[in-house]
């Protein structure tokens, strides 16, 4: 019997002090096979990751926040981040071997930041269906309508348990 379960995790870090929270909603029968641990970027990865960042514009916009732009450094975290996810069979903010967190991730790749904040999901099949899971839970809308980002690296791949991942990599990067 294949089930496909839907996972949210948000965690932000304003220099060393970070908070977290974890939101699962119920699990949705007809998903992907669990022992896929290939991570495949669907075809259509570019263009749900944009919609991700209109709408999140869209919600930052409405709530008179200015909006983030992509960042080609996060963007690269997410997605090897939401690659290690799938290739290791995990879904956490903090890798289980290094114990590395979003911070770790961040400074390993040179992206130097004043804050970072990651949000997680898992299962959700559309751009739309991924943003009102996380505008719905309260930590989740609290990284997405952070003030002081400026950045942002959003990334989908396919595969592992949960079929589809979701990661968004938020940065206020420090001055140069």
Same mark, same amino acid.
């Given at each position: 019997?294949? /089930?496909?379960?839907? +996972? *949210? $995790?948000? #965690?932000?870090? %304003?220099?060393?002090?970070?908070? =977290?929270?974890?939101?699962?909603?119920?699990?949705?029968?007809?998903?992907?096979?669990?022992?896929?641990?290939?991570?495949?970027?669907?075809?259509?990865?570019? /263009?749900?990751?944009? +919609? *991700? $960042?209109? #709408?999140?514009? %869209?919600?930052?916009?409405?709530? =008179?926040?200015?909006?983030?732009?992509?960042?080609?450094?996060?963007?690269?975290?997410?997605?090897?981040?939401?690659?290690?996810?799938?290739?290791?069979?995990?879904?956490?903010?903090?890798?289980?071997?290094?114990?590395?967190?979003?911070?770790?991730?961040?400074?390993?790749?040179?992206?130097?930041?004043?804050?970072?904040?990651?949000?997680?999901?898992?299962?959700?099949?559309?751009?739309?269906?991924?943003?009102?899971?996380?505008?719905?839970?309260?930590?989740?809308?609290?990284?997405?309508?952070?003030?002081?980002?400026?950045?942002?690296?959003?990334?989908?791949?396919?595969?592992?348990?949960?079929?589809?991942?979701?990661?968004?990599?938020?940065?206020?990067?420090?001055?140069?």
């Amino acid at each position: 019997m294949n /089930r496909r379960s839907v +996972q *949210v $995790l948000g #965690l932000s870090l %304003l220099g060393l002090i970070g908070a =977290g929270g974890c939101f699962s909603p119920t699990s949705v029968a007809d998903g992907a096979d669990s022992d896929s641990a290939r991570c495949i970027s669907p075809e259509e990865a570019a /263009r749900m990751a944009d +919609q *991700v $960042l209109e #709408l999140v514009n %869209l919600e930052r916009a409405a709530e =008179g926040l200015t909006p983030v732009v992509e960042s080609a450094i996060l963007t690269k975290i997410a997605e090897e981040y939401a690659c290690q996810m799938i290739e290791d069979g995990f879904f956490a903010h903090h890798e289980p071997g290094s114990g590395d967190g979003p911070a770790e991730r961040a400074t390993e790749q040179d992206y130097f930041f004043l804050a970072i904040g990651e949000n997680l999901a898992a299962g959700q099949e559309s751009p739309a269906e991924v943003m009102e899971v996380w505008m719905e839970s309260p930590t989740h809308r609290a990284i997405i309508l952070d003030p002081n980002w400026l950045e942002v690296g959003i990334a989908v791949r396919s595969g592992g348990t949960y079929a589809v991942y979701w990661v968004q990599e938020f940065g206020q990067p420090a001055e140069e």
